[in-house]
């Protein structure tokens, strides 16, 4: 079926680490991909977004990479922060339709 | 982006009663979304909510029990109906341009059914 997955439920860096969050998507048609972050009490906040037609998408201290050969889709947070703790959810969408596919979610805590 | 709201934020209902949850944006947009986000867990699409017309409802969401209304480009409510302990959830409404693909999401309400 249609479905995208994350590999770890939680993450737990120390400030100033990389993080890196990893997904894993199952429909091969589908051609966007969003990474949104949800601090809580409060609605998921777009992060970033890449095509299928890419590989890699940079932003501000934040790297998508998108792997079409093994259907796997990853967020690498730069010098994490504190502010970074929160529950990641990467979510694809296919190129039929308008819904988003969200995966299960990997929390992730930020010590200092 | 567009700045969106919901009311009410929380709350705490009955069983067997209905809420009505409001979603409004500060522009015009082409899509609106209604999802729900049961305790812990990901982001699972209701309906597309459709402007004049019939909402579009995802495998296991019926009218009867989500009712949608959406009779303008800035405004959708979904009403959650004869609740149950098993519908507290958060839900939330998200919007997208027109040939946009990113959705941007309001705060969500947080629904608890005793």
């Known amino acids: 079926g249609e479905s995208v997955g994350l590999h770890l439920p939680t993450l737990s860096v120390q400030e100033g680490d990389n993080s890196i969050i990893n997904c894993a998507y199952s429909?091969?048609?589908?051609?966007?991909f969003i990474w949104y972050k949800q601090e809580s009490g409060k609605g998921p906040q777009f992060i970033i977004d890449?095509?299928?037609?890419?590989d890699k998408r940079q932003g501000q201290r934040v790297t998508v990479l998108l792997n079409k050969t093994v259907k796997h889709l990853s967020l690498q947070i730069a010098a994490t922060q504190p502010g970074d703790s929160a529950v990641y959810f990467c979510?694809?969408?296919?190129?039929?339709?308008?819904?988003?596919?969200f995966g299960k979610g990997t929390t992730l805590s930020v010590s200092s | 982006s567009a700045v969106i709201s919901q009311k009410p934020s929380r709350d705490i209902c009955q069983r067997g009663t209905s809420l009505t949850i409001q979603c409004q944006v500060d522009?015009?947009?082409?899509?609106m979304f209604w999802y729900r986000q049961q305790p812990g867990q990901s982001l699972t699409l209701i309906a597309t909510?459709?402007?004049?017309?019939?909402?579009?409802?995802e495998s296991g969401f019926v009218i009867d029990k989500f009712p949608i209304s959406r009779p303008n480009l800035t405004f959708s409510t979904l009403t959650v109906s004869n609740m149950s302990p098993e519908d507290s959830s958060i839900y939330l409404c998200?919007?997208?341009?027109?040939?946009?693909?990113?959705?941007?999401f309001g705060p969500g309400t947080r629904l608890l059914v005793l």
């Open positions: 998200s919007v997208a341009g027109t040939g946009q693909e990113t959705q941007y």
């Open positions: 429909n091969s048609a589908s051609d966007y």
């Open positions: 890449i095509r299928s037609n890419m």
């Open positions: 979510a694809e969408k296919s190129p039929r339709g308008t819904a988003l596919i």
């Open positions: 522009s015009q947009v082409t899509m």
């Open positions: 909510a459709n402007q004049g017309s019939e909402a579009t409802y």
